[in-house]
Structures are given as structure tokens and as C-alpha cells.
């Protein structure tokens, strides 16, 4: 018989449970990444408690076995931290729900519900390459300033139908700005134009997790030649192998391969490849060999045009003034930009009302004041150098005088809190500095804020009148 002592106290302690694994999984989400949090820690189950081992379950088996193997040791970690009575984490397979969740849901149509279609072809297309979207043309990207050189190069590679015009196409830029878009663009421009030649497109995730497989089930030559075998082949956000070694060594060999095959290479990431931590040098240097296109952030033009195309898809009635307002309000991305419109149109449709200024600033107002609090590197040194009394120019010179130094470290610790920039991105945008250097001063403040009580009202000042 089961001791009593057992599951019969979890009715009472599941609340806590579940709070300390609310805890729990939402630190590991810092650790490991969206992308990683949503394929293997999301769907996590906890399903009770006993005699200091956490009892939790996953849909299959493939999942546990992963699971187990990578996030197994800081799942107990970071448990015990929150509870000390917790001693390790045991993962079993129940498969009662979340059954979709069997494999990493990484491409971009599956996870956002869109209609995905996978088309008929060569097997190796249907055994390693994910759906693609299908609105994801070149037709409907709307191009601008910000983004023209990419599409331009996007559109050459689509239209070679021999030797690549430039090997790699390395697509860079920030969150939802269109790299998956224009992947994959190419790949249905060519699968229209040239059924013959293998196209083969996937997410850096995904290519990890084939990888893995094979060497689990020992079929890496198998993988080897599929891979080997493609005339065109394209990784999306290639930054999630960053320090993953024996994926990139994979990554690179393949990739080598291909090159010297004459087969051509796209690749997107979320930075440049200089800017990817965590990436070997030689890998590096080969990405860099090929065409480094970036898309940069949209302008006002561009934002406009989108949703003038969007609304013209969605054929709703949206007066020019609302879509002014939203290409001026909502300057994150384009992905933004279009899920605002969606909600306005949807909003509108339900109600049965006309679409208009106060209907959408109702509709969107938590997303209007999420993107009016955005604030740029360049205020806030602005007003740090203002508080200090300091000149602006100090904010990117060498001096080293503690009554500069210190206000250009609140600055850097504000720019990591207050916006999106990665840390080399900021130390560049302080007169070139080593983004180790971004990360003592955000150490140094944190720890000055511990010990000074006056120091931390004036950067808790601060970060109130730059959120404004
Ligand atoms: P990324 O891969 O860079 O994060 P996506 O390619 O997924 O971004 O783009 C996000 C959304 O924005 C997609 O629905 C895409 O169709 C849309 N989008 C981005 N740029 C454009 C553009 N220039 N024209 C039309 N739609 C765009
Ligand atoms: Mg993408």
C-alpha cells in the first residue's frame, strides 16, 4: 500500500506546487530561450509530489528522453532553490494532453495557427523540410527603404537558376521585420519556377533536433546525405545553435559541402554574423563570405504601406486616418503591426460597427501604451547626462573618472532595462565598448543600488521620467 503520506497532501500543497513551478519554469525560460521554453518546457506537466521528488510528465517518450538529457539537472537546480526539500525532478510520459506537442513546433505557420500547406515534391523535401506559409510570397512583401536591399537580394537568389549570385544569403534583422517572409518567398518562387531543384527550408532548431536524432538512432549518414542532397538550402534563425558546439561543427560541415557543390546557402538570423555570440570563428568568417543583407527597422513609410496592403487583403473598410494612426503608434514590427490591424478589423466585425480613431484606440489601448513607452539608447543618455550634469559626448568617450564613469554606467544599466538591445549592441552605441563592459556596469548599479539608498531612488527616478 501506498503510503499515506504520499499524493494525499498534494490536493492541499498543488497550489504551492504550482506556484513554485510557475516560479521554476519561468526562470529556465530566461535561461534557455523562448523558442526551447515553448517546445520543451511548456509542455511540461507537474503532477505531484513525494518524499522530495517532483513528479511530472510529458506527452512522449522522445520528449521525456530530451527532456531528461538537457534540462533535467537545472529543473532540480532551480527547484531546490525555490524549495529546498525538493531533491530532483522525475519526468515520466503520460500522454493526456498537449498530444501536438510531440515534436518542437518551430516554423512560424505552425505556431502562430496560420494555414500551412506542405506541397507534393521530392521526398527529401517532405521528409526534412517544414511547411511553408503560404501568404509568405514575394508578392505580398511590401517593400521599402528599410528593407529593399534584402528583398532585392532575396529576389536575385530566388531567380538564379544556376550558379548562386552570392553564397551564402545571409538575411539579418530584428524580431518579425520579415526574414522568415522572405525565406520563405524564395523557396515558393523557385518550387513554382523550377519544380526540379530541391529547396529545402527549416528552422536552426529543427536541424539541431534532426541532428540529434540521428545520432541517437545512429543514422548521421543518412541525415548527412539528405541534407547533402538539396540544391537549395535554407536555415531560419540560425542563432539558436549559437553555442551549441556539436550542431554548428555539424552546421558547418554541411554547409562546406554544399558550397563546394555549387549549391546555394540561405541563411537568416536575428544579428549579424559578427554579432553572434557564441558562434566559432571559422563559421563566422564563411557567413560573412556570402551577402550579408540587413533589414533594419521600419519607417513610417513602409509601416503605412503594409497595412494598406493588409487592409486591401483583408478587404475591410478602414478609413486612411486609422491606418495613419497605427503606421505612427505601432513602431515595434511588422508582426505587431499586423496583429493591431487584425484586432481592429476582428473587433469591428463583431460588434458590427464601423471601424474608426476611438473604436481602435479602444480596441488596441494596452498595445498603444506598451509601444509609447519604448525608449531609445540615444534618450536615454540624454537625460542621464542631463541629471548628472555631465556633457552628452561623455556618454561614448574614454574618460574613466568616476564622476563620469558612473553616470555612463547608469546609462548602459537603463539601456538594458528600458530597451530591447542585446549587450554588444549597446556597449557599441557607448563610444565602442566590449559588451563585458555593458555587463559589469549593469553588476556595478545593481550592486550599487543594494548598498546606497539614495543612488537607487536617483536611477528609480530616472527609469520613471524615460518611461514616462
Ligand atoms: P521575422 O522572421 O523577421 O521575425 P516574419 O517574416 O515572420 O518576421 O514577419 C512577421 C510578419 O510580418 C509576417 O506575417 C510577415 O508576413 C509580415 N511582414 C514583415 N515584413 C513585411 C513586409 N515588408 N510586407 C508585408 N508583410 C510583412
Ligand atoms: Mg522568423
Not at 505587431?336 to 481602435?360: C, F, K, P, Y
Not at 573618472?401 to 556597449?427: F, H, N
Request: hydrophobic share 40%; charged share 30%.
Amino acid at each position: 500500500m501506498k503510503s499515506k503520506a504520499g499524493y494525499s497532501d498534494v490536493g492541499t500543497d498543488k497550489e504551492a506546487l504550482k506556484a513554485e513551478w510557475a516560479e521554476v519554469s519561468e526562470k529556465l525560460r530566461s535561461e534557455v530561450g523562448e523558442a526551447a521554453y515553448q517546445s520543451w518546457i511548456r509542455p511540461i506537466a507537474i503532477r505531484g509530489f513525494q518524499d522530495g521528488v517532483v513528479r511530472a510528465s510529458v506527452p512522449t517518450r522522445f520528449m521525456r528522453d530530451w527532456v531528461v538529457a538537457h534540462y533535467s539537472e537545472a529543473l532540480a537546480d532551480l527547484w531546490q532553490a525555490v524549495n529546498a526539500e525538493i531533491r530532483s525532478v522525475d519526468i515520466v510520459v503520460q500522454a493526456e494532453r498537449a498530444l501536438k506537442a510531440a515534436e518542437p513546433a518551430e516554423d512560424a505557420g505552425q505556431e502562430s495557427g496560420k494555414t500551412v500547406f506542405a506541397s507534393p515534391g521530392a521526398d527529401i523535401r517532405n521528409e526534412i523540410c517544414a511547411p511553408l506559409d503560404r501568404r509568405f510570397t514575394f508578392d505580398q512583401f511590401v517593400v521599402g527603404k528599410p528593407n529593399e536591399f534584402a528583398y532585392a537580394a532575396a529576389r536575385r537568389v530566388a531567380e538564379a537558376s544556376k550558379v548562386p549570385p552570392f553564397n551564402p544569403l545571409f538575411l539579418y534583422g530584428g524580431v518579425g521585420l520579415g526574414k522568415t517572409h522572405l525565406t520563405h518567398a524564395i523557396a515558393w518562387h523557385i518550387r513554382q519556377e523550377a519544380p526540379s531543384r530541391t529547396v529545402v527550408y527549416l528552422s536552426a532548431e529543427k536541424f539541431m533536433y534532426r541532428f540529434i536524432r540521428s545520432l541517437r538512432e545512429k543514422t548521421t549518414v543518412d541525415f548527412k546525405e539528405q541534407f547533402r542532397s538539396a540544391d537549395v538550402l535554407m536555415i531560419d534563425d540560425v542563432q539558436f545553435i549559437a553555442g551549441k558546439d556539436s550542431t554548428q561543427e555539424e552546421f558547418f560541415h554541411t554547409f562546406n559541402s554544399l558550397v563546394d557543390q555549387g549549391r546555394q546557402i540561405v541563411i537568416s538570423a536575428d544579428k549579424s554574423p559578427s554579432d553572434l555570440e557564441g558562434m566559432e570563428e571559422r563559421l563566422v568568417s564563411r557567413l560573412n563570405c556570402g551577402l550579408v543583407a540587413d533589414i533594419h527597422a521600419t519607417t513610417y513609410e513602409l509601416r503605412l504601406g503594409i497595412l494598406q496592403s493588409k487592409a486591401h487583403q483583408l478587404v475591410a473598410r478602414i478609413p486612411e486616418k486609422v491606418l495613419e494612426f497605427l503606421a505612427h503608434k505601432i513602431t515595434s514590427n511588422v508582426r505587431e503591426l499586423e496583429g493591431a490591424l487584425n484586432r481592429v478589423v476582428a473587433h469591428a466585425q463583431l460588434v458590427g460597427r464601423d471601424i474608426t480613431l476611438e473604436s481602435t484606440q479602444d480596441v488596441l489601448h494596452d498595445l498603444l501604451r506598451a509601444n509609447d513607452r519604448r525608449v531609445t539608447i540615444e534618450e536615454i543618455q540624454k537625460q542621464v547626462s542631463q541629471h548628472f550634469n555631465i556633457r552628452l559626448s561623455d556618454m561614448h568617450s574614454a574618460r574613466r573618472a568616476r564622476s563620469v564613469a558612473r553616470p555612463r554606467q547608469v546609462a548602459m544599466y537603463l539601456a538594458k532595462q528600458l530597451t530591447t538591445r542585446s549587450l554588444p549592441e549597446i556597449g557599441r552605441k557607448f563610444g565602442n565598448r566590449d559588451h563585458t563592459t555593458v555587463m559589469h556596469a549593469v553588476r556595478k548599479v545593481d550592486e550599487l543600488k543594494e548598498r546606497d539608498t539614495a543612488f537607487a531612488e536617483d536611477v528609480e527616478l530616472l527609469r520613471r521620467m524615460l518611461e514616462g
